[in-house]
C-alpha cells in the first residue's frame, strides 16, 4: 500500500509532470502552436485552432464574468457531447471556478436528447422496406432472408426464450453502435426497427463476448451446437461457459403457443395460423435446434443499405 503525502501521485513510467494547471498549460499550447488544430467536433462543423479556441474560450469567460461568475464558485455543466463542453471546461478553469462536470447523467443524455430532434425514431416510417410487409393468407414460412423485420417463427423465439433463462445477454449485447470500428467488426449498425418484435429487446452494452446483433450466418449450424456444448472446443481461449443441456430438454408446444399469444396481444402480429401451427413446428425439437434457429436469424431479417441514412 503506497501512504499518499501529496494531493497528486506519479505513476511508473519516464513522464515528467508538468507541475503547472490547465489553465496555465493550455495558455502555453496556444502560444507556442497557435495554428495548430485544437479542436474537431464534426457533427457541429467546427475545426478550431488553438488559436480560435483561445479566442472561444476568452469570449465565453468574459460571459460568464458579466453573469457574476467568480473565483471559487462551482458551477454545473449539463450537456449533450459538443463543442460547448471543452469551451465551458476551459473558459472556467480560466476563471478558477470549480466545474462540477454532472459526467453520470451525460451518456444518456447524449442517448436521450437527440431523439427529441429526430421526426420520427423508428426507421421503417421512413423506409417501409425494412418491416415485411406480409401478404393476406402469407406464412411465416413465406418469408425470405432480406425480406424484413419480421416476428420470430415459432421454434426462434423459444430460442429466443433459452437465450434469456440461462442469461446470455449478461456477456452479449445485440446492438451495434454506429461507430466505424462497430461498423467494421459487426457490420450495419443496429436500427430501432429490427428490435420492433423483441419483448424484451436484448441491446444492452455488457460485452464479455461479442455483440450477437448480426451473428446469422456467420458460422454453420455445426459450428453453433459445438460451440454451445464446449465453447473452447472451438476456440480455445473462450471464457464462455459450456451449455450441454440444451441438447437434452425438448421445447414444449404448449408452451411457445401461449408465448405467441401473449406476443400477440402485446402487438406483435402473430395470426392464429401462425400460433395454430407452433405446436407441430417444435414438435421433437431440442433447446439446442431452438438456440441455433434464433440465432442464426439474428441480423439476417432486413437488407440495409450502406447509403442510406436510417439514422437521419
Ligand atoms: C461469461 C460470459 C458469456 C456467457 C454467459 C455467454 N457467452 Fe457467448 N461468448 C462469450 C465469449 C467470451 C465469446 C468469444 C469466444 C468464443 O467464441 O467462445 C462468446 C462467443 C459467442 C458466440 C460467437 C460470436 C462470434 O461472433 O464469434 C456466440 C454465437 C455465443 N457466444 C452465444 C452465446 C449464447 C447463445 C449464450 C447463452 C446460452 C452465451 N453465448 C453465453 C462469453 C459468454
Known amino acids: 500500500m503506497i501512504k499518499l503525502t501529496k494531493s497528486y ?16 498549460c493550455f495558455d502555453r499550447v496556444v502560444t507556442q502552436h497557435p495554428g495548430n488544430p485544437a479542436l474537431i467536433v464534426r457533427h457541429q462543423g467546427v475545426r478550431w485552432s488553438y488559436q480560435e479556441l483561445k479566442r472561444q474560450v476568452d469570449r465565453l469567460a468574459t460571459g460568464l464574468l458579466a453573469l457574476g461568475i467568480e473565483r471559487g464558485d462551482r458551477v454545473g455543466v449539463w450537456g449533450p457531447n459538443s463543442y460547448e463542453w471543452v469551451v465551458y471546461d476551459l473558459a472556467l478553469l480560466d476563471l478558477e471556478v470549480t466545474v462540477v462536470a454532472l459526467a453520470l447523467s451525460v451518456g444518456g443524455i447524449v442517448e436521450i436528447v437527440p431523439l427529441f430532434y429526430m421526426k420520427s425514431t423508428m426507421e421503417h416510417n421512413a423506409y417501409p422496406e425494412v418491416v415485411w410487409q406480409r401478404a393476406e393468407g402469407q406464412t411465416l414460412d413465406d418469408w425470405q432472408p432480406g425480406d424484413g423485420i419480421r416476428p420470430y417463427k415459432a421454434l426462434e423465439l423459444a430460442g429466443r426464450d433459452v437465450y434469456q433463462r440461462e442469461g446470455c445477454y449478461l456477456c452479449h449485447s445485440q446492438m451495434i453502435r454506429p461507430f466505424r470500428d462497430e461498423w467494421l467488426r459487426y457490420g450495419h449498425y443496429s436500427l430501432a426497427a429490427e428490435s420492433k418484435y423483441d419483448h424484451p429487446f436484448q441491446w444492452g452494452s455488457k460485452r464479455t463476448g461479442p455483440d450477437l446483433a448480426r451473428v446469422g450466418g456467420k458460422y454453420s449450424d455445426d459450428w453453433h451446437r459445438k460451440h454451445l456444448r464446449a465453447p473452447r472446443s472451438v476456440v480455445p481461449e473462450s471464457v464462455m461457459p459450456n451449455y450441454p443441456w440444451l441438447k437434452d430438454s425438448l421445447v414444449d408446444g404448449a408452451t411457445i403457443q401461449a408465448h ?25 425439437k431440442t433447446e439446442e435446434d431452438a438456440m441455433v434457429a434464433y440465432l442464426q436469424v439474428l441480423g439476417t431479417m432486413a437488407k440495409l443499405d450502406e447509403s442510406k441514412a436510417y439514422r437521419e
Not at 402487438?267 to 395460423?273: E, K, M, R
Open 9 to 24: 501521485m506519479t505513476g511508473e513510467g519516464s513522464g515528467q509532470l508538468l507541475y503547472e494547471t490547465i489553465g496555465t
Open 260 to 284: 405467441m399469444r401473449g406476443m400477440q396481444m402485446i402487438g406483435v402480429p402473430y395470426t392464429d395460423a401462425d400460433i395454430e401451427a407452433a405446436a407441430a413446428e417444435v414438435e421433437g
